[in-house]
């Protein structure tokens, strides 16, 4: 699957050469510099799914700093509601189709661009690269992550951390748990879920819609298969319809009969809720999540705690996002200046601050480390010395369809919970996207 991904990127290159000669692409980022756009207008029109909450907080606080940096150039906020990017990319992907791309939008860094890639839908960035020094600023484990062939389509705003548990310790001390000392594998969790339970905890765990499934699915799958077969996952090493799976799957469906379904159409926020209403003791959430706690003046370490998933103690379930300069986009002046203010210790700086996520450039100072809250020089000292392994769920791991039709089989899983037909559907969605 490798070499089949590998080949991709080498279609995608000639693809890119092609289409910037027949759309009128500028074909080179850096020479976007002093070029006005196509309608003269000095703007950039920007693509996310960042409508509510820390996330709309994060973006204004980003516009802010494209303000200050970029005085002449109006920013126009193109945001499609649903978490995860589940409408977003879904209009985005219709947009690309008709040869209408926005001048830049919100991808994740990794495998998801794979497929744009290979339409010729997105620049190559590096130089852009050089001219801001991102290659010295930015960690090497992203820069690998965002390198296909020698080139660079995108550029990261953050880093999240996908593998938390959102835990409210009164709602596990009332079954016994020590909110200090979870678990260390999931048989272990699934125990204490039992417990919390038979202490009258409707709802031990909860799960929103198909996205945030993926997500908690892909924390048992690290605990359970270990780093390096999880990893085989995504490079053809691990097999998707083997007994090891199998019984991750099953460990998955076991957690899932804590969950309350009234939740699965929700998005992750209002899956959150029992936990910050002590009503349930867990949710399984990227680390956008922290905003959600301090705007209910709740504190961490005290009235909720974040550990790693049991089994994934040392492990970084990693994503990032990461910004495009789209073939044909009306205003690539507009979407450079976007990418600059992305990149710069400034915006890092505003963006994740608000957004609860970290930097992705590693040169911050101390001074500036300590502008961060607890919970996110937590995260930095873990993605400085953990393992990082690639989220499936936010499109580091596999390509977009990839990770579309694992969702599509999750949904089908939870009315049926055949846990062979959930593993066929995985099997079927990783080769769909070869
Ligand atoms: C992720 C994205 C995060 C956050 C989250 C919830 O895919 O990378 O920045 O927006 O979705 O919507």
Redesign the pocket.
């Known amino acids: 699957m490798r070499k089949l991904f590998a080949a991709a990127g080498a279609v995608a290159l000639a693809l890119t050469m092609t289409a910037c000669g027949s759309s009128g692409g500028s074909g080179d980022a850096g020479k976007a510099s002093g070029d006005s756009g196509a309608d003269g207008a000095k703007e950039v029109g920007v693509t ?3 409508s509510a909450g820390s ?1 709309k907080d ?1 973006f204004e606080a980003l516009s802010k700093v494209f303000k200050e940096q970029h005085p002449d150039i109006t920013l126009k906020n193109l945001a499609t509601s ?4 589940t409408n977003a990319k879904q209009k985005l992907a219709a947009d690309l189709a008709a040869k209408n791309p926005p001048d830049t939008y ?1 991808s ?1 860094a990794g495998a998801e661009l794979s497929a744009d890639i290979a339409s010729g839908y997105v620049e190559d960035v590096s130089s852009l690269y050089d001219e801001f020094k991102l290659r010295e600023a930015f960690p090497k484990s992203l820069i690998d992550r965002l390198t296909v062939d020698g080139k660079i389509y995108s550029v990261p705003s ?1 880093i ?1 951390r996908a593998n938390v548990v959102w835990a409210n310790p009164k709602v596990m001390e009332k079954a016994g748990l020590d909110p200090k000392n979870p678990p260390k594998d999931i048989k272990g969790w699934i125990a204490d879920m039992e417990k919390l339970k038979g202490a009258g905890v409707k709802f031990p765990i909860t799960v929103g819609d198909t ?1 945030t499934q993926l997500e908690l699915l892909e924390t048992v799958l690290i605990s359970d298969l270990g780093v390096d077969k999880y990893n085989g996952l995504m490079d053809g090493k691990t097999d998707w319809a083997g007994a090891d799976v199998k019984a991750a799957l099953e460990d998955y469906a076991k957690i899932i009969s804590y969950t309350d379904p009234s939740l699965y159409t929700e ?2 926020e209002p899956a959150m809720k029992p936990i910050l209403e002590g009503k349930s003791a867990y949710n399984v959430m ?1 680390d ?1 999540a922290p905003p959600a706690f301090e705007h209910a003046n709740m504190e961490w370490g005290k009235d909720y705690v974040t550990f790693p998933v049991p089994g994934n103690e040392g492990v970084f379930d990693f ?3 990461s910004f495009t300069m789209p073939v044909g986009a009306k205003h690539p002046e507009g979407t450079k200046a976007w990418l600059q203010t992305i990149s710069s210790v400034e915006g890092q700086i505003a963006f994740n601050k608000a ?1 609860g ?1 970290i930097p992705s450039r590693s040169d911050l100072t101390p001074e500036q480390i300590k502008e961060f809250s607890g919970y996110q020089q937590s995260a930095m000292e873990s993605f400085g010395k953990d393992t990082i392994v690639s989220s499936i ?3 580091a791991a596999l390509p977009l369809k990839a990770t579309e039709a694992m969702k599509a089989a999750l949904g089908k899983f939870m009315a049926a919970k055949d846990v062979d037909a959930l593993q066929k559907d995985f099997v079927a969605a990783v080769k769909s996207a070869v």
């Open positions: 996310t799914w960042w996330e994060g649903g978490g995860g990017g919100q994740h953050n999240h996205w998005d992750w990227g956008w994503l990032a996002d957004k996520s769920a936010h499109g």
